[in-house]
């Protein structure tokens, strides 16, 4: 089996252009950027997110204890375990597995992953014993509004029972 590259740019004849990243640890600082008129998303490719929206001024509705100045995103963070971000975990309820995705905090080794900055959306499509999974991000075009789509395909011909809970941390955690 051949090895995937770590990164590859396509671009569209349209000229919009897509980045593609294949691994969530080669280099776990990788970011994309989604804006509208009154909010941005920093969006980390392993699930770490930092959104602002305007007041008029900017405010956060969910940031890490450890910046305690109030201030516009910063291009390098310094992420650890509990630090905000927007997590999925999936239980296997036959085997008992679970998994956190995109990838953080669990961090469990996934049979593909990539991480796609698109034009106007971020997707994550992942795959682990036998089930596809994507996770899709984007603005509407005026509202303060993170547009989350997240779905599950079962690759085999063998009835999985699965639960999928959303994680999301809102406020100042302390």
């Known amino acids: 089996m051949s090895k995937l590259p770590l990164f590859s740019i396509d671009t569209a004849v349209d000229g919009l252009s897509n980045i593609k990243l294949t691994s969530p640890t080669t280099l776990p600082n990788a970011t994309g950027f989604l804006w509208n008129r009154a909010m941005v998303m920093q969006v980390n ?19 890490a204890p450890n910046m305690e100045a109030k201030s516009f995103i910063q291009p390098e ?23 956190s995705l995109p990838y953080e905090p669990m961090r469990v080794q996934l049979d593909k992953f990539s991480f796609e900055l698109g034009n106007s959306d971020i997707i994550w499509s992942i795959e682990h014993h036998g089930l596809k999974i994507t996770i899709k991000v984007n603005l509407t075009e005026d509202d303060l509004v993170e547009c989350w789509f997240f779905s599950v395909t079962n690759l085999t011909d063998t009835v999985r029972n699965i639960s999928l809970y959303p994680y999301f941390s809102i406020g100042y955690m302390s």
Do not use: T, W
């Not at 490719?45 to 940031?63: D, H």
């Not at 375990?81 to 975990?89: D, E, L």
């Open 77 to 99: 963070h310094s992420y650890f375990s509990h630090h905000p971000g927007r997590f999925f975990y999936l239980k296997d309820e036959d085997s008992g597995e679970i998994i």
């Open 45 to 63: 490719c392993r699930g770490y997110v930092n959104s602002q929206f305007m007041q008029p001024e900017p405010a956060k509705y969910s940031y």
